[in-house]
């Protein structure tokens, strides 16, 4: 579906390339070595992430490093 809108179709832009489709979710999947599934918990997980307040985020691996 537009993963954007919610509309079920599945690969319809909406003539906006800046809408999410499931094809490029795929795309993103493949470039990224991870099923689709994972990418799309990845992005569920990104998401709620960014929405807590920046205390309450949990630290990236590059900033647990240092």
Do not use: F
């Amino acid at each position: 579906m537009c993963m954007t809108c919610g509309c079920s179709e599945w690969d319809n832009d909406h003539g906006d390339p800046k809408n999410i489709t499931y094809h490029r979710l795929v795309d993103a999947a493949e470039a990224g070595g991870v099923t689709i599934e994972e990418a799309a918990r990845h992005l569920h997980e990104s998401v709620q992430a960014r929405s807590k307040p920046e205390r309450e985020r949990p630290r990236t691996v590059a900033a647990r490093a240092r």
